[in-house]
Each structure stands twice: as C-alpha cells, then as structure tokens.
C-alpha cells in the first residue's frame, strides 16, 4: 500500500542552525500539507502546498519557514534558524485531491539544543 | 477562528466495556475524521464522515456525526487492549484546506 515516507526520522540540531526536513508523498498525490506536534500536545497545521504554490499558512509558520518541492517526488520543509520551541514531531501528509482524506507520515523528531 | 474540542482527554477502561468519545466544533465544516496515534507514531486515518447522519463503523469502533449539534461520536463496543492509543478528531473547513485538530483523548485498556 503506498504510504507517504518521510527523512530523517529523528533530527538534532543546536539553535540558531538550518533544517530540513524531507518527505515523499504518495506517488499521485497532488496535495501536500505539513504539521507540527509538540510533545503531548495536539496536532498543529503549519503549511498546505498546491500546484507549486503555498495554498494556506498558520501564523507559526512564520518567515523562518519555508517549503519547496525541488523535484517531482520530494516535498521539504526548512526551518531557517531553529528555536528550541521548534522541537516538535513534524508530520508531512498528502492528499489525491481536495475531496480525499491526508494520509499522514511517519514523522520527524526534531530536537533543538 | 475554528475550535475544536474533545473529551474526556484521558479515559482509562477495563476491557469489555463500552464508551464513548465525544468531539464538538465550533463552525461549519465540511468533514470530519478520526485518526489513531499509537505513542511515538503517525497518525493513522480510522474514518471520514462526511454529511449529517453520517455512521461508519470498523471493528470494535463506530463514528457518528450530527452537523446541527456540531458534535461527532466514536463509540468503543467491548473494548480490547489493542485499542490502547489516543484518539483525534479534526475537522476541515473546506476541502482540502487545513486539518484542526482536537486535544486528542488518551485511552487506556486496562485487562
């Protein structure tokens, strides 16, 4: 069954250092989100990206962030100068269409010394 | 701005008892889902509900909606150990926009 996968799958990092965050979404999938979960807490939506383009953007993703599809499969996140508020599980997910369920990954682990 | 809220936040119960967890809204919404996190892993879609009256059931869990009351329901019959994870619901505004997410509910099948 196709599954969206998602590098690496734990991160440390000092402050103040760049990040990325790598995910393949599912082959046909054309709609690609990405999320933050703090440790304990809820799922939190940071950015959705559609045909090239940011389609919507949470006030934490702010102009530290940003997201890029570089080729035909991968869909990154980068977080610029990283915060220790940044340390989260960051969740890619991918959609076939705006009618269909986001299929999550399996996370990434980011720590921020 | 959308809210929504789950309870209980945490559930501890014996197996073979039924409960229920409930999800309210703030707004008019397009969908509702329910995903599955066991600790440490990703969010696992359980079900979609997708207008008013909507029942869908798989296995020990059933999920309902009522649109009017803004409210969605996952029921557990006969709880099982295996069911031991936290539960969240979200809702979308639109489609394809956004996921907002509950506080999820913690629950915890005890033998």
């Known amino acids: 069954e196709p599954e969206v996968t998602q590098t690496p799958s734990h991160q440390v990092t000092q402050m103040g250092q760049e990040v990325i965050l790598r995910c393949v979404p599912i082959s046909n999938h054309l709609y690609f989100y990405w999320y933050r979960q703090i440790l304990g807490q809820k799922v939190e939506f940071l950015v959705s990206?559609?045909?090239?383009?940011?389609?919507?953007k949470s006030e934490i993703f702010d102009d530290q962030f940003s997201v890029e599809r570089p080729d035909g499969s991968n869909f990154t996140l980068k977080i610029r100068s990283t915060k220790l508020e940044d340390s989260a599980m960051y969740f890619c997910?991918?959609?076939?269409?705006?009618?269909?369920?986001?299929?999550f990954g399996p996370g990434t682990r980011l720590l921020v010394l | 701005e959308l809210k929504v809220e789950q309870n209980p936040l945490f559930l501890s119960m014996q197996e073979g008892k039924n409960y229920t967890i409930y999800c309210n809204y703030s707004?008019?919404?397009?969908?509702l889902y329910w995903y599955r996190q066991d600790p440490g892993k990703s969010l696992e879609s359980l079900f979609v509900l997708l207008s008013n009256g909507a029942v869908k059931q798989e296995g020990r869990l059933m999920a309902s909606l009522d649109t009017k009351a803004r409210l969605s329901t996952l029921h557990i019959t006969a709880a099982v150990h295996d069911l031991s994870a936290t539960y969240f619901c979200a809702v979308d505004r639109t489609s394809g926009s956004r996921l907002t997410f509950g506080e999820g509910t913690q629950l915890t099948v005890n033998p």
């Open positions: 990206f559609y045909n090239n383009e940011i389609s919507e």
């Open positions: 707004t008019t919404s397009d969908r």
């Open positions: 997910a991918s959609s076939g269409s705006r009618a269909e369920t986001q299929y």
